[in-house]
């Protein structure tokens, strides 16, 4: 059957070698998201399937710049830093040497942060409204 030969496939093959990954890609954010007052602290969520193999790391890049040092064998981030404006992230996987092996697709995404009103528009209180308007005078 397929998935027989697949599976002697990869049983057969060097660690490494020619190896792909089903699922590669980064699923939270998600493309074209936007996400709202995160406090310059982004969660990222990656999917990959099969498992990551023994000798495999994660890389995660946003803005074209890794989140950690060195590759890792998580699939969850938080990474600081992430200001308003657009983003995108990718997922790598890399080799012992840190040779890239496969990569994601980049998502894009969108940081924004919501505006708190310094003083009331409208109140049904007059008194009110008089000293709010005093204290943006």
Do not use: K, M
């Amino acid at each position: 059957s397929a998935s027989a030969s697949a599976q002697g496939g990869a049983a057969g093959t060097a660690e490494g070698e020619a190896f792909q990954y089903d699922t590669l890609e980064v699923v939270s954010p998600a493309e074209e998201e936007t996400l709202w007052n995160i406090g310059t602290e982004l969660s990222v969520s990656i999917a990959l399937t099969p498992s990551l193999r023994p000798a495999h790391r994660i890389q995660l890049l946003v803005d074209g710049q890794s989140v950690t040092e060195e590759p890792v064998r998580a699939t969850q981030f938080t990474v600081g830093g992430v200001y308003r404006g657009t983003h995108t992230a990718v997922v790598a996987i890399v080799d012992s040497d840190g040779a890239t092996l496969q990569q994601s697709e980049p998502v894009t995404f969108f940081v924004r942060q919501s505006v708190q009103p310094r003083f009331f528009l409208c109140c049904t209180d007059g008194l009110r409204t008089d000293f709010l308007r005093a204290d943006i005078a």
